[in-house]
C-alpha cells in the first residue's frame, strides 16, 4: 500500500495496445521528461496500476498509466474506477487514450488510425457507477471536438496509413476476441471495434474531463475481408508504438486550452 499524495495534472495519457511496445514518453524523442514514476495510489476502490507523471516540451504536466488490459484479481471496471479517482484527484481535464482496434468496415486495412466520435457499449460485466457522481452525462457528443482534431493533424504527420476524424467504436467485454456470428451482428452498428472505449469514455465526462482516443488497425475483425495473421498484428504492436507515442504527444502540446469546445455543457447536475 502507498499513500503518497497524488500530484497536480491537467493532463493524461491512457494508455494501451497501441504504445506497449515501447516506452511512453522517453522513446517518441518529442522532448517529454520524466518527473516521477511507479506511483501507486491507494483509492476507495483498491490499490491503482503504477502511474508515471512527465512533462512534455511545451512544459505541460501529464500522468500516464496502462489501463488497458487485465490485472490478476482486478476487474476491468475497479481498474477504471481506480484510474478515473486518480485522475479527479489530480485535476485532469483532458484525457487522450491510445489502443489498437479491429476493422469492422470493410473499407478500413491494417495501419489505418481512426479518431472516434461515437461508439456503442456492448459491455455487459463494467462497473456502471460513476467516480464524482451526481451528474447528468449527456453522450451526444462523447468525444472533444477539439483534441480530436489535435489527434488528427498528427496522425497525419506521423501514421504509416489512411487517417479517419470520425468513426464509431463499438466497445466488447474481452479479454477474447468476437465470433464471426457476432461480428456479423455488430457490423452495421460501427467502423472499428475494441475493448477500451467505455467507461473511460463516460467515466471522463463523469470528472469533468475533455476525452480523445487514437485508434490504430491492427486487425480485421472476423469475417471481415479476409482473417487476420497474428504476425501482422505482432508486427504493427511493435513497429507503429514509437509512431503512436509522438501522435499523442504532439498532439497534447497542439490543443489550445482556450478553444471552446461543448464538453462541459455536456454534464449536468442529476435531477434524481
Ligand atoms: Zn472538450
Redesign the pocket.
Known amino acids: 500500500m502507498n499513500s503518497r499524495a497524488i500530484p497536480e495534472a491537467a493532463w493524461a495519457v491512457i494508455g494501451g495496445s497501441g504504445t506497449a511496445g515501447c516506452d511512453f514518453p522517453a522513446d517518441a524523442g518529442a522532448g517529454a521528461s520524466v518527473l516521477d514514476d511507479q506511483m501507486i495510489f491507494d483509492t476507495p476502490d483498491g490499490v491503482s496500476p503504477p502511474f508515471r507523471l512527465f512533462e512534455t516540451a511545451a512544459g505541460r504536466r501529464c500522468l500516464t498509466v496502462r489501463l488497458h488490459g487485465w490485472r490478476e484479481g482486478v476487474s476491468r471496471g475497479a481498474a477504471s474506477r481506480q484510474v478515473f479517482r486518480v485522475l479527479a484527484q489530480a485535476g485532469v481535464r483532458h484525457i487522450f487514450s491510445e489502443a489498437g482496434v479491429g476493422a469492422l468496415n470493410h473499407l478500413l486495412d491494417p495501419r489505418d488510425i481512426v479518431i472516434p466520435d461515437d461508439f456503442v457499449d456492448l459491455t455487459t460485466h463494467r462497473d456502471p457507477e460513476p467516480v464524482a457522481g451526481g451528474n447528468l452525462l449527456i453522450m451526444r457528443d462523447p468525444v ?4 480530436s482534431a489535435a489527434l488528427v493533424e498528427s496522425a497525419r504527420q506521423h501514421g504509416r496509413g489512411r487517417v479517419f476524424g470520425r468513426g464509431t467504436c463499438v466497445v466488447t467485454e474481452g479479454p477474447r476476441f468476437e465470433s464471426r456470428a457476432e461480428i456479423r451482428m455488430m457490423q452495421p452498428h460501427g467502423d472499428i471495434i475494441g475493448q477500451s472505449m467505455c467507461p473511460e469514455v463516460w467515466l471522463a465526462r463523469d470528472i469533468g474531463a ?1 476525452y480523445a482516443a487514437l485508434y490504430i488497425i491492427v486487425n480485421h475483425a472476423e469475417g471481415v475481408v479476409r482473417d487476420w495473421e497474428h504476425p501482422l498484428l505482432k508486427e504493427i504492436f511493435e513497429r507503429d508504438a514509437v509512431n503512436q507515442s509522438r501522435m499523442l504527444l504532439e498532439a497534447l502540446d497542439a490543443v489550445d486550452e482556450k478553444s471552446q ?3 462541459a455543457g455536456l454534464r449536468k447536475p442529476s435531477l434524481l
Open positions: 472533444c471536438p477539439v483534441m475533455c469546445c461543448s464538453c
